[in-house]
């Protein structure tokens, strides 16, 4: 569309940051690498704000329905007439939205690790990854057809990869980076062939095409079958795999944990904020097709999402480690979102999807705010063990407001964000199924109980760190400060209005019937928290050990990770991969030895005929003679 | 041709030479008998020439002829053939076609 | 029958002429017998020379003695290598044991072309088999020339005896074939009739053909008589002798016996299968080069049956043109062979190691030489080898191609092994560098110029195919 | 002299001048001078064949030239490029040039060394501008055999045992092709005239199915061989560890692709009717190597031999694609060719490099290599991306493409198998990352790496060049594959065209 080709210009100019760090590392000082960082993303921030908020104020609604534009297009590669991979950006609430999201977020990321990373020796490197990661993300929300989010899906994913690595001499780090790459790739393989499927029967790539009620997406395909299958469920589900490892949704989690690896900054941006959420936002980009052609698809989604809130938010409860926590406790979250996604209908009964986007609107918040919090804590204090910490609210002030903050906001109390956009998942959970709302009440609990444990953990109960830990510098805490302002704020972005699953308004309110007994049992965890953990006492390894296998279980993440270790290291290395090496050894390639052998064989045992002696050649010759009178005659 | 004699008969003969010739080549060990042995083919040839003109061709000599030049060249042959063997005997002391197998596989 | 009709006999009377210049020189001479080289190698070239030039064709004594395009074209070929084989054996005849004998080398030698000029242009079986025992015969002697080996002895023993027991089976089957044809004129055969007689007499008649060829399993004298024999008798009777046999084989086979062309193809299928194989089976054991050649030469008998299979003038054609550059690729071979058997007494594949390293010239005409042999383009070789495969595509005998190609693949195995052995292998004491004679070094660069042009060129195939004939 | 010949003789040229230097100096500049020249003329090529078609020249090939060799037989130096062989020449110069300066340091018989690697590029210059089924051989054969020495003097490891089953089989598979070129021509005139080796000519003659269905396999496998078709596809891992780094890289970089590009312009190009019924049976095998390369490569545990398994399952897709025999997939084919070949190349080049250092290529061995030689390590990491399918560099674009054009096939058998062969992209990244992880990442391993030198500037010219084309190709596919895919009309219609 004419007028905003120059949204594109914002991946492209993290991404031309990220060309002048990676090709000039030599030459560039860190100082100056960290400046083209910080400044390219700035800059993309701006437009991003603009072109945001001029959709969603001046241009982007017609009659007032929000319109899918196409702002900028280009055909990248050409596969067959009709399947095309175009390179463009796609406006429409959401991708506004998220916009909006990635870039502050990521601003503020940048901002933030100026400090966080200072004097670390890899800094241009992290700069040029964060750009590389930018950019990626934003290609990704912005992208027009399905192969073009692929495309994207994957630069994210070796973003990722490539920070969670970034300590790169540290096993672990290594170990979490491969996991990461490896386990989110698995998934994109659904993802791929779910998209291979899905444009082999309707015949294109494209959002507007495949999403569009009356297109061809949607109506035609409906009966044809793929062994077996409905084909657009499959393809749905195969594509929500995709998602679902990238957002990781059970059981494909278990990389994010071990993502906690990388630099605190990393997994702020990238494994609480942004690119977890793709999942969410892969699902609400083919929404109507799922509304409407694979409701039993959307089915799964909800189940998913609320087993994946649950477990998460169980396993979160018992872990020591103050990012895994914040890990799982994010997986919940976004189960959380999953599962609103999932109970939701289209059009007026769109609560559930508008809930979502609300959710991970606010989410990346204060989950955001979170992440930053426990890296000035781990800047502090040099350790991720929060039984190690306590008593740290005399010394960093500002991180524990701010911290506090982000607790009260996940924990879904009234006014923090949270709480709006909890109580709207809720709702159109208790509209849709009972089961699930059930579950998503309790987590709720869960979540308030968990966050505050480690709340008090870590600024109250009693000091055991030596030393004096000091507030982080300025150019830590003021990101700290704007994201806690954002999380106070957030919950009254008029949602409704802005993000709904078909650009028409949304009637809602205030669900009190949902919100009162989920304060109250956000309340009670928080009061429970406090009991438990304000003051060093033996009351939680009581509990845990009353709890006994349950809490081991739980604990040891319910031993997801051995199955998982079972099955890539047991199965797949010794029992295909080096079955598989050596047969082409020691079969396949012995048999064409073997067929030189023979021929030596064969010539060995041959060589008797030429024996020297001269009567003997006479013999041959003369039988050979014969032989031959004999065999033509017969054959005449 | 002679009267009362069909060619078949002679054909019995020459044949019987010949195959007399080659199992003497291939079972005689002295190299001065294996010569001998060809000559009996070479004969069983030149009779077998001469009889095939006489009995069947009798207007043209061509098979006289043959058989004139085989014997002629079986003599060059024999005189190589011996002087080689002479040959041999000085480098050998033998001339037993089994000791004659230093060259072989 | 005027003088003039002589000049149609010109190559085989220049040979004459030569051998009684070499005689009379040999009587000239006093003790130093070195000018004999000079002068045989030079009478020899411009006898090669005047042989290319436009020449008259026709018959003479009745059919006995023919000549046209084809037959002059395939004793040009033959001429070469016979000019080859005298430039690579002058340092050898100049070593102290061969010194007072050098003049028979090639008087003998001379004999034999002689045979093998008469051989080609033979118009009767007379004329054929008295060329072919002069082809022979001398080449006997030679095979023994070096009287102070055993081994020498003992493959002049071998060839000349077998090939007395060969002839033997030959002239029985002439002799039939004559009693049932009635015929010994290359034109006038009459099969229809004769029966299996005539097949009796055939395959006897071809079996002693073979014998000269090399085809198994007629060709056990071969191994031991090129290893025993003078490396230069060697090379002379892989590339001039047997080419001869092939050319005469070919020529009767399309015209006397083309009635009996089921027989014969039927044979030909056969034998050629057996031949490549046995061929190189045994040549993958070879550890003596000489040993090793003769079993490769054996081999490449067997492929060069797949031009005649098929009985057409493409076959015809492919099968000349084969020979050609067979006598190049292989005169290559033993050239190098033997001049580093005469520089070192060293020809054993072992020996070998390291050899680019200390003769670098020589190891690289080695193994053009060998792909060449084993068809590996660019080298001519690789033209020879695929036009035999089209002539034996062209009958449709894909069965037997698939043989042969599979063939083609053991043979590049042990060719592999030589250059192997000269490239790769790393060596104690290598055989140390020297300075081959110029003769030599001529005749190497023959070869090489031969194996690398005559593919290229392609009109030398074109005009061999415009002289051939089918059946 | 016009366009395509010349690209026979600047090698040829080099070669000479080459066999004229005086020192290792000497030589090696001759061969970058040469080969860049080789370079530039490729790039030239492939702007003048663009200008041409956007001039509105439509014939199948263009450049076409004809000279008459052997008159008799109606073999002819026919020779004219298609945006196939552009591309491929493209690669292939690309690669020799790189494979110079990767082998900079040479330094036994280096001039027997240089005019091998050339005489073998030469070779492979010459297949891809050929029209003629004979000469097309002929430089196959001319671009197989300089490998034996190639690989025999300069290898390592058990190279003679390599270079020998190496040249053997792929000398086995061409002499497959004899018996199918050799049955193509004795039937190209079923109406009379004149027998031809010219594929274009070959194209419009009407083969009878049975003819057809005994001559494919045949020529599909003997292409095959050298294109790692599985089960035939066992010298590779030997061939490429043993050899020197130039060699694997231009063996595996553009040798291999000669195998793809045969069996796409010759068995299917000619023997259409016989693709279509004998697909399948190929389709399983190639299908297998796909997994099969891939889950081998993880059980490995020398650098090389990870690339050569890995490199089974990439050219495995390349004819897995081809025999899927629609246009989409075969553009991938080609596509996956080129990527492959570059990023192969890249791949053995910075084996070569790291091995000159490190002295050992078994992974478990090395450790931290990122530290002591970034910049070698991050080509690494690229190479690796580019291998797994990142989007923005080559393999993606390819393998995206085959595996679309693939899925198009209406029959389910082939949409399954497609499918197998895309979760290959999983099994990639796993040993890739394994690889990476291992070697590159990590604790530094010894005391002694620290003395290494990370790139020369000889180094940096070869892995650069590579990286660009692969992140050229990654990132702006599309004139690519515009080419390729207009050039891909005349197959296509012939296999649709019954």
């Known amino acids: 569309m004419p007028g905003l080709e120059h949204t594109i210009l914002i991946p492209l100019i993290p991404f031309f940051a990220f060309l002048v760090i990676g090709l000039l590392n030599k030459t560039l000082s860190p100082k100056v690498a960290g400046m083209i960082g910080i400044t390219g993303i700035l800059a993309s921030t701006i437009l991003a704000y603009q072109v945001a908020l001029g959709y969603f104020f001046s241009f982007g609604q017609v009659d007032g329905v929000f319109q899918k534009i196409i702002a900028y297009k280009t055909s990248w590669l050409q596969f067959t007439d009709s399947l095309v991979i175009e390179m463009g950006a796609i406006l429409d609430p959401i991708s506004a939205m998220m916009l909006v999201v990635i870039t502050t977020v990521s601003s503020l990321v940048f901002i933030y690790s100026w400090g966080y990373m200072k004097g670390e020796s890899g800094f241009s490197r992290f700069y040029a990854f964060l750009s590389l990661f930018s950019f990626s993300m934003l290609g990704l929300v912005l992208a027009t057809n399905l192969f073009q989010m692929y495309m994207f899906w994957e630069l994210v994913g070796v973003s990722s990869y490539l920070l969670i690595g970034f300590y790169y001499d540290k096993a672990a780090a290594v170990a979490a980076s491969k996991k990461a790459f490896i386990v989110t790739r698995f998934a994109d393989l ?3 062939i779910g998209i291979l499927l899905l444009s082999f029967h309707t015949g294109t790539f494209d959002f507007q095409l495949l999403t569009d009620p009356n297109g061809p997406a949607i109506t035609s395909v409906g009966g044809a079958t793929f062994m077996g299958l409905s084909v657009v469920s499959l393809s749905l589900l195969l594509i929500f795999i995709g998602g679902a490892g990238k957002s990781a949704m059970f059981p494909l989690h278990i990389w994010l944990p071990d993502a906690m690896e990388g630099p605190t900054p990393v997994s702020a941006l990238i494994h609480a904020a942004t690119m977890v959420v793709a999942g969410v936002y892969l699902v609400a980009r083919l929404f109507p097709v799922f509304a409407f052609a694979a409701p039993e698809a959307l089915e799964v989604v909800a189940y998913i999402g609320a087993f994946t809130a649950l477990f998460a938010a ?28 999932g109970v939701s209908g289209f059009g007026e009964d769109g609560l559930g999807y508008t809930a979502s986007m609300f959710h991970l609107f606010t989410h990346a918040f204060f989950k955001a705010l979170l992440f930053l919090g426990a890296g000035s804590i781990i800047h502090a204090v040099h350790t991720n063990d929060i039984f190690k910490m306590g008593g740290l609210r005399k010394f960093m002030p500002i991180t524990h407001i701010t911290f506090l903050i982000a607790c009260l906001a996940i924990a879904g109390i009234p006014p923090f964000a949270g709480f709006f956009s909890k109580d709207e998942i809720l709702a159109a959970a208790l509209v849709s199924n009972k089961l699930i709302f059930g579950v998503g009440f309790a987590v709720a609990g869960l979540t308030a109980f968990y966050m505050f444990r480690l709340y008090f953990m870590v600024f109250w109960n009693e000091a055991k760190i030596e030393g004096a830990p000091h507030e982080s510098p300025s150019v830590m805490t003021i990101p700290l400060i704007i994201l806690a302002i954002g999380s106070l704020v957030a919950g009254f972005v008029p949602f409704n209005e802005l993000v709904t699953s078909n650009g028409s308004l949304l009637a809602t309110e205030l669900h009190w019937e949902v919100a009162a007994p989920s304060v109250a049992i956000g309340l009670i965890g928080i009061v429970v928290a406090m009991v438990m953990y304000r003051k060093a006492s033996n009351l939680p390894s009581k509990l845990s050990s009353s709890l006994g296998g349950i809490y081991k279980a739980a604990y040891s993440k319910f031993y997801i990770d051995e199955v998982y270790m079972f099955v890539t290291k047991k199965v797949i290395f010794n029992l295909i991969s080096r079955p598989i090496a050596w047969f082409d050894r020691n079969i396949i390639d012995a048999f064409m030895d073997m067929t030189a052998k023979m021929t030596n064989l064969v010539s060995e045992g041959i060589k008797e005929m030429q024996s020297g002696q001269l009567h003997y050649y006479a013999i041959y010759f003369a039988s050979g003679a014969i032989l031959f009178v004999v065999l033509m005659l017969w054959m005449r | 041709m002679i009267e009362g004699v069909p060619l078949s008969h002679i054909l019995v003969v020459s044949s019987i030479m010949f195959f007399v010739g080659v199992y003497g080549f291939v079972t005689r060990k002295n190299l001065l008998t294996m010569l001998i042995s060809t000559e009996l ?15 069947l061709y009798p207007d043209k000599m061509e098979g006289h002829f043959f058989s004139l030049f085989i014997i002629a060249i079986a003599a060059a042959e024999a005189a190589v053939a011996i002087a080689i063997f002479i040959s041999l005997y000085r480098n050998l002391k033998s001339i037993d ?9 | 029958m005027s003088w003039e009709q002589f000049l149609l006999m010109r190559h085989e009377l220049l040979l004459i002429l030569a051998a009684v210049v070499v005689l009379v020189a040999e009587i000239a001479t006093g003790e130093d017998k070195n000018g004999i080289n000079h002068t045989a190698i030079w009478l020899m070239a411009s006898i090669t020379v005047v042989g290319f030039l436009p020449a008259p064709v026709g018959k003479l004594f009745g059919g006995m003695y023919v000549v046209d395009s084809l037959r002059l074209a395939m004793k040009n070929t033959l001429n070469i290598g016979l000019l080859i084989v005298f430039l690579q054996s002058a340092r050898w005849l100049n070593s102290k044991e061969n010194q007072g004998r050098v003049s028979e080398f090639y008087l003998l030698l001379l004999a034999s072309v002689i045979g093998v000029n008469y051989l080609i242009s033979s118009g009767n079986f007379l004329m054929f088999y008295l060329s072919l025992e002069l082809t022979t015969i001398p080449v006997a002697a030679l095979a023994a020339y070096e009287q102070y080996k055993s081994r020498s002895a003992e493959a002049g023993i071998k060839l000349i005896l077998s090939s007395a027991f060969s002839s033997g089976i030959l002239l029985f089957g002439l002799s039939i074939i004559y009693g049932v044809t009635g015929s010994l004129d290359f034109s006038l055969a009459v099969f229809a009739g004769a029966g299996s007689l005539g097949i009796v007499g055939f395959i006897f008649f071809f079996s002693g053909l073979a014998f000269k060829i090399s085809i198994v399993p007629f060709h056990l004298w071969t191994a031991d008589v ?22 005469i084989l070919i020529l009767t086979f399309f015209s006397f016996f083309r009635e009996l062309q089921d027989v014969w193809q039927g044979v030909i299928f056969a034998t050629a299968i057996i031949t490549m194989t046995v061929g190189n089976l045994f040549a993958i054991r070879q550890k003596n080069l000489k040993r090793f050649l003769a079993f490769s030469s054996i081999a490449q008998a067997g492929f060069i049956f797949l031009g005649v299979i098929g009985g057409s003038e493409l076959g015809m054609a492919a099968t000349v043109y084969f020979v050609l550059i067979y006598v190049f690729s292989n005169l290559a071979a033993f050239g190098v062979v033997n001049i580093v058997a005469v520089n070192s007494g060293k020809e054993s594949m072992e020996d070998y190691n390291g050899l680019y390293r200390t003769n670098p010239r020589l190891s690289l005409v080695m193994m053009l030489a060998l792909f060449s042999l084993a068809g590996i383009p660019p080298v001519a070789g690789f033209f020879g080898k695929f036009f035999l495969f089209t002539a034996a595509a062209e009958g449709g005998f894909y069965a037997l191609l698939i043989i042969a190609v599979l063939n083609a693949i053991i043979s590049l195995y042990y060719y592999l092994l030589v250059v192997k052995a000269m490239f790769i292998n790393k060596s104690e004491n290598p055989i140390s560098g020297f300075t081959s004679d110029f003769y030599t070094r001529l005749s190497l660069v023959i070869c090489v110029l031969g194996m690398i042009g005559i593919g290229f060129i392609g009109e030398i195939y074109d005009y061999l195919q415009s002289i051939s004939f089918g059946l | 002299m016009d366009l395509l010949t010349l690209h026979i003789v600047v090698p040829v040229l080099t070669l000479i001048g080459i066999a004229f230097a005086r020192n290792l100096q000497q030589t090696r500049t001759i061969a970058a001078i040469g080969m860049g020249i080789q370079l530039l003329q490729s790039v030239n090529l492939v702007f003048a064949f663009l200008a041409e078609r956007r001039g509105g020249n439509t014939a199948e090939v263009v450049f076409a030239k004809s000279i008459v060799w052997f008159e008799s037989l109606n073999i002819r130096y026919d020779i004219g490029v298609d945006g196939i062989s552009v591309a491929m020449i493209l690669l292939t110069s690309v690669v020799i040039f790189t494979g110079v300066f990767a082998s900079w340091e040479t330094k036994d018989l280096y001039k027997e060394f240089f005019i091998s690697l050339i005489l073998l590029a030469a070779g492979v210059f010459g297949f891809f501008i050929s029209l003629d089924l004979f000469l097309m051989f002929l430089f196959f054969e001319l671009a197989v055999i300089p490998m034996y020495l190639l690989i025999g003097i300069w290898g390592s490891g058990k190279k003679e045992y390599a270079a020998m089953k190496l040249t053997l089989m792929l000398m086995a598979g061409s002499a497959l092709l004899v018996v199918g070129i050799l049955g193509l021509y004795f039937n190209s005139a079923p109406g009379g005239g004149q027998y031809t080796f010219n594929i274009i000519e070959l194209s419009k003659v009407v083969f009878p199915i049975e003819l057809q269905r005994f001559l494919f396999p045949f020529i599909f496998i003997g292409f095959g061989v050298i294109g790692a078709l599985f089960p035939f596809h066992t010298w590779s891992p030997d061939g490429h560890s043993s050899a020197p780094t130039a060699v694997s890289m231009l063996h595996a970089g553009v040798l291999m692709k000669l195998g793809g590009y045969g069996c796409l312009k010759v068995a299917i190009y000619l023997l259409p009717e016989a693709a279509n019924e004998l697909a399948w049976i190929f389709l399983l ?12 490569t993880i059980a490995q545990k020398d650098l090389k031999y990870i690339n050569a398994y890995s490199s089974v399952s990439h050219c495995g897709l390349v004819l897995f694609a081809i025999l899927m025999l629609n246009k989409t997939a075969s553009n991938g084919a080609v596509l996956q060719m080129i990527s492959h070949g570059l990023m192969t190349a890249l791949f053995f080049a910075l084996i070569g490099m790291i091995y000159a250092r490190t002295k050992t290529r078994i992974i478990t061995e090395m450790s931290g290599i990122l530290k002591v030689m970034p910049f070698l390590s991050v080509c690494y990491v690229i190479a690796g991306l580019a291998s797994l399918g990142l989007p923005g560099l080559s393999g993606f674009v390819a393998e995206m493409t085959i595996f679309v054009g693939a899925f198009q096939h209406q029959d389910v058998f082939h949409r399954v198998l497609t499918i197998i062969a895309v979760s290959s992209i999983v099994v990639t990244a796993v040993y890739i990352l394994r690889v990476v992880g291992m070697i590159l990442m990590g604790p530094v391993k010894e005391e002694t790496y620290s003395a290494f030198s990370d790139a020369t500037w000889y180094e940096k010219v070869a892995t650069v060049a590579l990286i660009i084309g692969i992140a050229g190709i990654g990132m702006a596919p599309l004139w690519l594959s515009d080419m390729i895919l207009n050039s891909l009309d005349p197959i296509i219609s012939a296999i649709t065209g019954i």
């Open chain 4, 285 to 296: 095998a190639t299908g297998i190597s796909v997994i099969y390369g891939a889950l081998g």
């Open chain 1, 190 to 192: 659904g993802f791929l």
């Open chain 2, 41 to 55: 083919i070479l004969n069983a040839v030149n009779i077998n020439f001469v009889a095939f003109n006489r009995y």
């Open chain 1, 314 to 341: 169980v396993v979160a409860c018992t872990q020591p480690d103050i990012k895994r926590v914040l890990a799982y406790s994010t997986m919940s979250q976004i189960g959380y979102m999953m599962l609103a996604l």
């Open chain 3, 226 to 247: 090129y290893e025993g024999a003078p490396t230069n008798i060697s090379a002379y009777l892989s590339v001039v002798s047997k080419g001869a046999a092939v050319f």
């Open chain 2, 97 to 105: 076609v089994e000791d004659v197998d230093s060259l072989k596989h």
